[in-house]
């Protein structure tokens, strides 16, 4: 299923915060403009994650994967950018669904800030961390590719 109008159909962009233990999944709706937490997927190995995030792009009506990328805070690469690059590459391979990189520096800062204001108990702030930070990692590719 997709969203047409006048002709022209709308899909989806799925985000991910990439984690070795967890990986946070937030969605766009069909117009692309907001950014909406999904779920906190708990890593169960790279073919079982694979499997698992190409069913739900194509449950979700996804035509972009963005996948957060943590660059150190000066920018550089580091073991992580590399691991998530890898990821990347296999999730493109795998799904045939195009994946691009957002800049993820400081979203899980502005995440738990976000809960902190919102008063979420810290036990219960593990929970949604991932998933908003996704959220916000969409929200700045959006905001970045407006019009695209």
Known sequence: MYLEHRGMQYKKIMCLDYGE??????????LRITSNPYQ???????????????????????????IGMPYSLDGSTNE?????????NSLQEFSGISVVY?????????????????KVAPKDRKKQ????????????????????
């Open 40 to 66: 906190n997927y708990n890593s169960n190995g790279l073919q079982k994650d694979l499997q698992y995030i190409t069913e739900l792009a194509n449950k979700n009506d996804v035509n972009l994967i963005v």
């Open 102 to 118: 957002e800049d993820e520096r400081l979203s899980s800062y502005e995440a738990e800030e976000i809960l902190r204001r919102r």
């Open 129 to 148: 961390l991932d998933m908003l930070s996704a959220a916000i990692i969409l929200e700045a590719y959006l905001n970045n590719n407006k019009g695209v």
């Open 21 to 30: 233990a967890r990986i946070g999944i937030a969605f766009s709706d069909y």
């Open 80 to 88: 992580r950018t590399e691991a998530t690059q890898a990821f990347g």
